[in-house]
């Protein structure tokens, strides 16, 4: 099956800790998103990628890194820095992301709690 | 940048009825409008899109108008049916990334 798959589905991490977020795709595309949803927020978005060892800063990028070392992997880590990091995390792909702009698909969404 | 407002933040309606969610975007660039319907703790599903050489676009029960002068597109779902209950997004971009509404809520009554 073609998807995208992120993991874990639930996330619990203890104040002041790093996490990573694992979003992976085997649909053969260029670009890779990562969205935080809050609840009345929508969908806003923390980083992108558009090709593999390229990334950029979205709209609430602060307190969030990330790396794109191969193209079917766009894993978020969530820093200490980050102030209020409980919330639903989306990974998101696209055919090509600088071009034109397409379909997103998402993946499931892994839920973080941080205690 | 490009802003997407959207409106209403809650709908319902009875089954069989239909329901009109709406929204406005700032940026004349954007030539690209999805919409997708999310279900609770899921990701979100693409359910129809519409690209801006486009003014109406049908899928069954489904259909998206585009206004370009005016920057605004619908969603229109005929028949309801209480399996369209979830969230609604809709999404206007250019140059490959989107910017979403704040959503929709609908609930569908039998």
């Known amino acids: 099956d073609g998807g995208i798959t992120q993991s874990p589905k639930y996330l619990f991490r203890k104040e002041g800790q790093n996490v990573t977020l694992s979003c992976e795709q085997n649909l053969n595309h260029d670009a890779m998103y990562w969205y935080r949803q809050d609840p009345g927020q929508g969908l806003r978005l923390i980083y992108y990628?558009?090709?593999?060892?390229?990334?950029q800063k979205g709209d609430i990028a602060e307190g969030y890194s990330v790396s794109r070392e191969k193209k079917e992997s766009f894993p978020l880590t969530v820093t200490s820095a980050q102030k209020n990091p409980t919330a639903f995390y989306l990974c998101?792909?696209?055919?090509?992301?600088?071009?034109?702009?397409?379909?997103?698909?998402f993946g499931p969404g892994t839920r973080l709690t941080v205690l | 940048g490009e802003n997407v407002e959207q409106h209403p933040s809650t709908l319902s309606v009875q089954e069989g009825d239909s329901a009109v969610i709406k929204c406005t975007y700032s940026d004349s660039a954007s030539n690209y409008f999805p919409w997708y319907k999310q279900e609770l703790g899921k990701g979100p599903q693409l359910i129809i899109d519409i690209r801006s050489n486009v003014g109406e676009k049908k899928d069954q029960r489904i259909a998206v108008t585009l206004n370009k002068t005016a920057k605004h597109f619908s969603l229109h779902i005929t028949e309801t049916q209480p399996e369209d209950s979830a969230v609604y997004f809709c999404a206007g971009g250019s140059q490959g990334n989107l910017i979403f509404g704040k959503g929709t809520k609908l609930s569908v009554k039998p």
């Open positions: 990628s558009q090709i593999v060892n390229d990334f």
């Open positions: 998101a792909s696209s055919i090509q992301g600088a071009i034109s702009t397409n379909e997103q698909f």
